[in-house]
């Protein structure tokens, strides 16, 4: 068995740009650069690129494609496009999770359509074979084909407000590449054979899928490309990112910016328990009035005879101070009593308090005098319901600290910002 992490076509640039590095699903990858705080900022400010080649993808396609993606994955398909409830089409894409039986999550993935009966799921780091063996059981005698792209497939998240600005640089035909982008839209594709959507190309011809998606909470693109273009593309990017002043991002900032953008982390703040009851039920297919779904699923009939329900819930501290969650840290009421756990528990540097409102430093409405300390933030899983607003205690072996439970976290985030601004 080979232990060694892996590495992705970055690995050499990373390391040469005096990267901290870590192993982080399976991968080397860099934790931060000079640091992890103006990492973060500069997202919330300008931009940022992330090597994200560690993540999976797949290829879901055939005949019956559609009707496996509605067996295992929780979003539905045929009804989850806007107010109107569309069916997924070409160019769009969704977010939701694949569970077991019991209605626990095995991972979080992205769907995306790249035409009919073919599409792309992008998954955790080291999760492409398990999900690819998890609808490979439950195909019967479907007409499905899984592939696996691990390892096959280049991805860089370019994220902030900029970021639109400096892919023009790079784009052929940008003058038209960003028309009807809207937030999780793509186009193109890094293999043209898949692309059913106008193609998008590097000016020197390189095809890829460009995806108005993330994972900051902030306007950006995330980026797919054959592996052997990586690294020129990365190196074309942070050319042309020169004069906005982008600086390449690490883990610690990605885990800071999506804690704050209230997104979970897979096995983390969503895993091994009911994937219900917590700030992300969109992502599940609620009938109406709540008391079923949609359509039968992997899992819908665990939720439906839950016994001792579990609730997870964002939170955001009053000052910079954390827990650690690997302490274990706990969740005490305001009678002292233990409740629950930490789930996550970070700094979003780009936020702060005043008036006992929090604002974002990219907030327009921000007070004059607004200066963003950072607060903490994360979520957290208890045994009963909670009230939005009400304090409750985190506990480690340190120290205890007071958060308030919250329906949002970090306020105007961008990355539902308008075509407009494109």
């Known amino acids: 068995m080979n232990d060694k992490p892996g590495k992705t076509p970055l690995y050499d640039i990373h390391v040469s740009n005096n990267a901290n590095m870590v192993v982080f699903g399976g991968y080397a990858m ?16 300008g931009t940022g690129l992330f090597d994200t080649s560690h993540m999976s993808t797949l290829i879901i396609e055939g005949q019956d494609a559609f009707d496996i993606i509605q067996l295992c994955f929780t979003r539905d398909i ?15 894409s969704v977010y939701g999770a694949f569970l077991n039986i019991k209605g626990w999550v095995i991972d979080d993935a992205i769907i995306f359509r790249l ?29 499905v084909k899984i592939t696996d792209l691990t ?10 407000m900029d970021s639109a600005m400096i892919l023009k640089k790079i784009l052929a035909d940008h003058e038209t590449v ?5 937030y999780f839209s793509f186009k193109g594709h890094f293999d043209t054979a898949y692309a059913s959507i106008e193609n998008i190309r590097l000016k020197d011809g390189t095809p890829l899928l460009l995806s108005r998606t993330g994972y900051t909470g902030e306007f950006g693109f995330e980026i797919f490309i054959n592996p052997d273009h990586l690294v020129k593309l990365w190196k074309l990017i942070m050319s042309a990112g020169k004069q ?7 883990l610690a900032a990605r885990d800071s910016l999506r804690a704050g953008a209230m997104l979970p982390l897979s096995h983390q703040d969503i895993g091994s328990w009911p994937f219900i009851n917590h700030p992300w039920n969109f992502a599940l297919p609620f009938n109406s009035d709540r008391t079923g779904f949609t359509k039968k699923f ?15 819930y964002p939170f955001a501290g009053f000052d910079l101070r954390k827990v650690s969650v690997s302490d274990p840290a706990v969740v005490l009421d ?52 909670l009230k939005y607003g009400e304090i409750v205690n985190l506990k480690d072996k340190r120290r205890e600290i007071k958060v308030e439970v919250v329906s949002d976290i970090r306020p105007d985030r961008t990355a539902r910002v308008g075509s407009a601004a494109l």
Request: hydrophobic share 35%; aromatic share 8%.
């Open 244 to 250: 906005y002043g982008l600086i390449p991002c690490g």
């Open 298 to 312: 992997i899992g819908d009939e665990a939720f439906l005879n839950i016994k001792n329900p579990e609730f997870t």
């Open 334 to 385: 305001s009678h002292g009593s233990i409740i629950g756990d930490v789930l996550t528990c970070v700094t979003d540097m780009g936020i702060g308090r005043q008036k006992n409102r929090i604002y974002s430093i990219s907030s327009p409405k921000k007070p004059d005098d607004f200066n963003a300390k950072g607060l903490c933030c994360g979520f957290i899983k208890v045994l009963k319901p």
């Open 30 to 45: 860099p934790l931060w650069y000079a640091s992890a705080k103006k990492e973060h900022l500069a997202v919330l400010t």
């Open 178 to 182: 960003f028309n009807g982008m809207k």
């Open 115 to 143: 035409k009919e009966k073919c599409y792309m799921a992008v998954i955790n780091s080291g999760m492409g074979s398990i999900i690819a063996e998890h609808l490979k059981n439950n195909i019967g005698s479907r007409d």
């Open 151 to 160: 390892d096959k497939v280049g991805k860089i998240d370019i994220q902030g």
């Open 78 to 92: 045929s009804r989850c496009m806007g107010g109107h409830n569309r069916p997924i089409y070409d160019g769009r």
